[in-house]
């Protein structure tokens, strides 16, 4: 059945009745190829051969002329132009068709998308029996973001995701910048505060670039936790997180470890730790930080609210750890500092930290190689403040 009544979306607007009509029939073939993962078209009528959206050929097989769309995506369009046109209860039906169908996962990206020029708010609702915000895997979890996006509806997404905290977890699949923007609108039109937790996914400066620049720069006013471990963030990224996180009054835990930060990336980090006031944990770890690094992140840290710091597995020298412990010996907030790992360090570097520890009476727990357990025990009051895991 077709629509009687095609929605006048801009796209459409001023075409002839007889050209929509030749749309919706268009539209009608992709919704049924798509739900039988079909992309070539039999038997096409004549009139839905001259709009320019299908290409021809011969089936090498049969001998016979089939047609496909010009792209996937242009058929995957036109399943959601068909659903849309419907009217609402045998739009409804559609959308359960689709949460069945995972080959229907793009077309549910323009169905959401295609609700923002609806009045009714009904078909909305109905998609969230396909939407859900809690999703065991990662991919389905990513899905339904754009869903979300799509829709371009905050009080839908804040109706659907709640007030309740939330955890963004993705580890080991490759997600592309847009995922990160449709991540940060989900995030800033949600009424939730947010842990994002993203683990091994390519997550270069560009994704930093659009999370920051998501909705003018807010979406880290919603976020408590942001870990961005093994991924591949550079210097830049850093310069580009810098202004965020200054006047940041939400984040608590900074964890970026294994990337490549350098002094570059150190110095950005210190000029928002020097303005921040609500981090408590910060991750360093493996994070290429040489002496010049440690050095620009100590002007941060000399004024920051730290709690836990780790350096672990970096290469800053003896000269660092000097620094550093410079800093530690009267810092009024941080508890726990850890070095492990950092190889460079000698015999008067873990000295100096060790001192630090002694003078510092809120500075609880040093991490430390145990190829230094030996100066631990010189000092007795060491000894329960000093790990070597």
């Not at 995957?76 to 068909?82: L, S």
């Not at 007795?380 to 895991?389: A, G, H, M």
Request: proline letters at 4%; charged letters at 20%.
């Amino acid at each position: 059945m077709l629509p009687t009544s095609p929605p006048k979306w801009t796209c459409f607007q001023g075409l002839a009745p007889s050209t929509l009509s030749k749309l919706a029939g268009i539209a009608k073939l992709a919704y049924d190829s798509t739900l039988k993962s079909e992309t070539i078209l039999h038997d096409l009528p004549e009139r839905a051969q001259t709009l320019g959206l299908l290409q021809k050929r011969t089936d090498p097989m049969t001998g016979c002329l089939v047609y496909s769309f010009l792209h996937s995506t242009l058929q995957e369009f036109f399943a959601a132009y068909h659903v849309m046109s419907l009217p609402i209860p045998q739009q409804k039906d559609c959308i359960n068709k689709f949460a069945s169908n995972s080959n229907m996962a793009l077309a549910i990206r323009f169905t959401s998308g295609l609700t923002k020029y609806m009045p009714s708010s009904e078909i909305v609702d109905s998609l969230s029996s396909v939407i859900t915000p809690k999703q065991k895997d990662n991919a389905s979890l990513v899905e339904n973001l754009h869903w979300l996006f799509e829709t371009q509806r905050p009080a839908y997404i804040r109706s659907l995701i709640g007030s309740k905290e939330q955890i963004f977890h993705c580890e080991g699949i490759s997600l592309t910048p847009f995922d990160l923007c449709a991540l940060g609108y989900c995030i800033t039109h949600s009424s939730a505060l947010w842990s994002i937790q993203i683990q091994q996914c390519n997550i270069t400066d560009e994704h930093i670039r659009m999370l920051v620049l998501a909705e003018k720069g807010k979406v880290f006013h919603h976020v408590t936790s942001f870990r961005v471990a093994s991924s591949n963030l550079t210097p830049s990224g850093m310069v580009l997180l810098e202004p965020v996180l200054k006047n940041n009054t939400c984040l608590t835990t900074l964890d970026l470890e294994c990337n490549s930060i350098e002094s570059e990336g150190a110095a950005a980090i210190a000029k928002a730790l020097a303005h921040n006031t609500s981090l408590i944990e910060l991750a360093l770890s493996q994070c290429d930080l040489d002496d010049e690094a440690i050095h620009c992140l100590n002007i941060g840290l000399s004024c920051c609210k730290l709690q836990k710091l780790d350096l672990s597995r970096n290469p800053f020298t003896r000269q660092g750890a000097l620094e550093l412990s410079s800093v530690l010996k009267t810092h009024p907030t941080l508890k726990e500092v850890n070095v492990l790992l950092c190889d460079e360090i000698e015999e008067d570097g873990a000295a100096a930290l060790m001192d630090a520890v002694m003078s510092n009476t809120t500075l609880r727990m040093l991490r430390l190689d145990e190829k230094y357990r030996h100066l631990v025990l010189q000092q007795q009051s060491l000894i329960n403040r000093v790990k070597w895991t």
